[in-house]
Every structure is written in structure tokens, then in C-alpha cells.
């Protein structure tokens, strides 16, 4: 630890999964997209609770089951609270439940575009090692060799071979792990001694800020 950079990096999704539904306003499969608004309907002490979502060619909606009949005293009060509120903060980690969304559509498309927030967790003088820690706040389809390649401004084929070498390593550790897809708890090692300009160019780019 004591000659590594130590980073953090939160990846934010910026678009939901979209669903593909028999839409019956256009007569065949479309893509839906969520309208951020619940519905709700009451039946006695049961309670169903839907996701509505747009068609993106003629806005007819489609409501994705979020549960049904469900009694309401074995509902998370949080849950229902949100439920009630329509609360956009819950309502989006909700559109990215893909195994709900997967059970009800014939095909869910996914999109890599996210936002990516850094800082600095340990620093040093003389530092030769990069530490990056991962969070996602939300499912993505990015894989973990093009997160790294988009954010150092480097090529696959170099961090492929920086893997191979030994210089690269991950917690877990797995022969795939740069082609699998970014997961929170994913831990990335650089050894970068023999890498001329680590505070000129890798530093801005690990702990972000202007270059």
C-alpha cells in the first residue's frame, strides 16, 4: 500500500435497459422506455404494484408487474412508501432490474454510456502502482477492458498484454476478468515502476480533474 495510488471509481449508467414488447398500438415488437411513474391498485389488504413504460414509436404504455397481489403488511414500508411517492431515486434502480425485465420481454437491450465519479482514497510521494476500486451503482453492460481503456487512454491490446505479463492484476482474480462486465468490489492493480511521467499523465487520469 505504501507506494500505490489508491483510487475509487463509482460508475453511474446514464440508460436504463430497454424492453422489447408486442406493443398493440404497432402491431409487432418495439422498444419500450420507462416513463418514471407507478401504478398502484388496491384489492381488499392485497396490492399490485406495475412499472409504466412508453412505447418509443407510439407511447402506448405497457405495465411492467412490479409485484401482485401482494399483502400489503409483507411489503417493505420503504418500498411502499416509494411506491406511493412515485420517487425517482428508487424508480430508476428499479428500471435496471434486469432479471424482472427479462422474464416479461422477448429482448432487453442495454446500453454502455455511463458517468464515472473519482477520488482519491490513498495517496504517496513516489507512488509506482495504481490501486483503482470499483462501485456501480447500477447494472452496466460495460466491460471491465473498455472502462479501463476509455479512462487511462489506453488500447485493449495493451491491457490484455499488461495482464498477461503480470503487470495488471484484479481482486478476483480470473483469466476473463477484462472481458467481463464492470462489477462493485472489482479491485485493479497497474504496476507502473517502469512508466516514465506517472504524475503528468497517469494521475490525471486516475483521480480525474482537468488535465
Not at 475509487?8 to 419500450?32: H, K, N, V, Y
Request: hydrophobic letters at 40%; proline letters at 5%; charged letters at 30%.
Amino acid at each position: 500500500m505504501c507506494n500505490a495510488l489508491r483510487v475509487r471509481w463509482t460508475i453511474i449508467p446514464q440508460t436504463a435497459p430497454q424492453p422489447w414488447i408486442a406493443c398493440s398500438g404497432c402491431g409487432g415488437l418495439r422498444a419500450f422506455q420507462s416513463s418514471g411513474k407507478t401504478r398502484l391498485n388496491a384489492n381488499g389488504r392485497k396490492l399490485d404494484a406495475w412499472l409504466i413504460y412508453k412505447c418509443l414509436s407510439c407511447e402506448k404504455t405497457w405495465n411492467r408487474p412490479i409485484f401482485e397481489r401482494q399483502n400489503i403488511r409483507d411489503i417493505d414500508p420503504a418500498v411502499l412508501e416509494a411506491l406511493h411517492a412515485n420517487d425517482p431515486h428508487w424508480i430508476r434502480r428499479e428500471t435496471f432490474n434486469l432479471e424482472a425485465l427479462r422474464r416479461k420481454a422477448q429482448r432487453v437491450d442495454e446500453f454502455p454510456e455511463f458517468d464515472i465519479q473519482k477520488e482519491v482514497l490513498h495517496d504517496t510521494l513516489d507512488w509506482t502502482r495504481l490501486d483503482i476500486d470499483l462501485r456501480v451503482s447500477l447494472p452496466t453492460s460495460t466491460r471491465l477492458d473498455r472502462l479501463l481503456a476509455s479512462e487511462l487512454r489506453v488500447s485493449r491490446a495493451r491491457l490484455q498484454a499488461l495482464h498477461d505479463g503480470g503487470a495488471l492484476w484484479t481482486n478476483p482474480d480470473r483469466a476473463d476478468i477484462l472481458r467481463r462486465r464492470v462489477k462493485t468490489g472489482t479491485r485493479v492493480m497497474i504496476d507502473l515502476s517502469t512508466e516514465a511521467g506517472r504524475e503528468q499523465v497517469w494521475r490525471p487520469l486516475v483521480q480525474g480533474g482537468p488535465l
